[in-house]
């Protein structure tokens, strides 16, 4: 494709995008790229940045998600932001260093209302029709072959191993989000959103990352599926400040374990928390995978004019 349909069809899906957003009263805001804080997160690394006079260094945003809830707990409402985020050591053909991230928050809402939103952004930029709403467990016994709210450690390795997928030797605390993780990407999303986009919700309560838990223990988090490709991926936003600081503590653990080191605590991030910060859902969907499937591609890469091939 060349550079001039490349740059109208991102235009054109950005702008189907925001037609979404703005008739149900979302306001477009912009959030700094550059922070002194950054929210932790077990597998994901931002990218540091250490200006002449500082001590400590500031970080390239590996999502807004940390400077929108402040903006929520200052009584924004219902926002939505195309942020370029950045992630060291991301690439493949559906990742990469620096990309663009579609993040959206709704103060009030549930997942029960994320299927509609959703819904209207595939159809309004792939021209699908509706989406399929699927959980966990019914999706791992479908095609995997195993519930994995009982299943252990070694029962998700043995269906990896079993759908012929080399399994790494691990141990240690989270060697169970290991092998959920991989059944998951290698062996049930590929065989998700064929037709419909389904969305994948109802999730063990060790993956939660930053969604509450009902009831039941169960994550109330999602991610949206397109042709086998995650999209997106969100949850009702866990708002107790105890709660954020127990997560952003086990996140650290887990990076300490893997030799990667913790990453600060995120002060101003946790001090918005409590009684100022609305119960509501958050979201984010990745921008330039949106418009590789509204392309027929196959890499994001194929999708930006400009980016770095170094």
Same mark, same amino acid.
């Given at each position: 494709?060349?550079?001039?349909?490349?740059?109208?069809?991102?235009?054109?899906?950005?702008?189907?995008?925001?037609?979404?957003?703005?008739?149900?009263?979302?306001?477009?805001?912009?959030?700094?790229?550059?922070?002194?804080?950054?929210?932790?997160?077990?597998?994901?690394?931002?990218?540091?940045?250490?200006?002449?006079?500082?001590?400590?260094?500031?970080?390239?945003?590996?999502?807004?998600?940390?400077?929108?809830?402040?903006?929520?707990?200052?009584?924004?409402?219902?926002?939505?932001?195309?942020?370029?985020?950045?992630?060291?050591?991301?690439r493949g053909s559906l990742h990469d260093?620096?990309?663009?991230?579609?993040?959206?928050?709704?103060?009030?809402?549930?997942?029960?209302?994320?299927?509609?939103?959703?819904?209207?952004?595939?159809?309004?930029?792939?021209?699908?029709?509706?989406?399929?709403?699927?959980?966990?467990?019914?999706?791992?016994?479908?095609?995997?072959?195993?519930d994995p709210f009982v299943a252990t450690?070694?029962?998700?390795?043995? %269906? *990896?191993?079993?759908?012929?997928?080399? =399994?790494?030797?691990? /141990? !240690? @605390?989270?060697?169970?989000?290991?092998?959920?993780? &991989?059944?998951?990407?290698?062996?049930?999303?590929?065989?998700?959103?064929?037709?419909?986009?389904?969305?994948?919700?109802?999730?063990?309560?060790?993956?939660?990352?930053?969604?509450?838990?009902?009831?039941?223990?169960?994550?109330?988090?999602?991610?949206?599926?397109?042709?086998?490709?995650?999209?997106?991926?969100?949850?009702?936003?866990?708002?107790?400040?105890?709660?954020?600081?127990?997560?952003?503590?086990?996140?650290?653990?887990?990076?300490?374990?893997?030799?990667?080191?913790?990453?600060?605590?995120?002060?101003?991030?946790?001090?918005?928390?409590?009684?100022?910060?609305?119960?509501?859902?958050? %979201? *984010?969907?990745?921008?330039?995978?949106? =418009?590789?499937?509204? /392309? !027929? @591609?196959?890499?994001?890469?194929?999708?930006?004019? &400009?980016?770095?091939?170094?």
């Amino acid at each position: 494709m060349t550079v001039r349909p490349l740059l109208e069809l991102r235009a054109g899906v950005r702008r189907s995008l925001r037609d979404v957003f703005e008739r149900r009263g979302f306001v477009e805001v912009d959030t700094p790229v550059l922070s002194r804080e950054v929210l932790p997160e077990a597998h994901i690394d931002p990218l540091p940045v250490l200006l002449e006079g500082d001590e400590r260094p500031r970080f390239l945003q590996a999502s807004p998600e940390a400077l929108m809830k402040r903006l929520l707990a200052g009584g924004s409402g219902p926002i939505y932001q195309f942020a370029q985020s950045f992630r060291a050591g991301e690439r493949g053909s559906l990742h990469d260093v620096e990309f663009c991230l579609l993040e959206w928050y709704e103060p009030g809402a549930g997942l029960a209302g994320v299927g509609g939103i959703v819904a209207e952004m595939c159809a309004t930029t792939l021209g699908t029709r509706g989406v399929d709403t699927v959980t966990c467990r019914e999706a791992f016994l479908t095609h995997a072959g195993l519930d994995p709210f009982v299943a252990t450690a070694a029962d998700l390795e043995a %269906a *990896a191993t079993a759908a012929g997928i080399d =399994v790494p030797s691990t /141990a !240690g @605390a989270d060697r169970w989000d290991r092998g959920f993780e &991989l059944v998951l990407s290698q062996v049930v999303q590929p065989r998700l959103g064929r037709g419909v986009p389904v969305l994948l919700v109802d999730w063990p309560a060790s993956q939660a990352a930053f969604a509450r838990l009902d009831e039941r223990g169960v994550a109330r988090r999602f991610e949206l599926f397109v042709e086998g490709v995650e999209l997106a991926n969100g949850w009702e936003e866990e708002t107790s400040r105890a709660v954020l600081e127990e997560r952003i503590a086990e996140a650290n653990e887990i990076r300490t374990r893997s030799g990667r080191g913790p990453l600060p605590v995120p002060q101003r991030l946790v001090a918005a928390h409590g009684d100022g910060m609305p119960a509501g859902v958050g %979201a *984010a969907l990745g921008f330039d995978r949106l =418009v590789m499937l509204a /392309a !027929g @591609a196959r890499s994001i890469h194929e999708v930006r004019w &400009l980016r770095d091939e170094s």
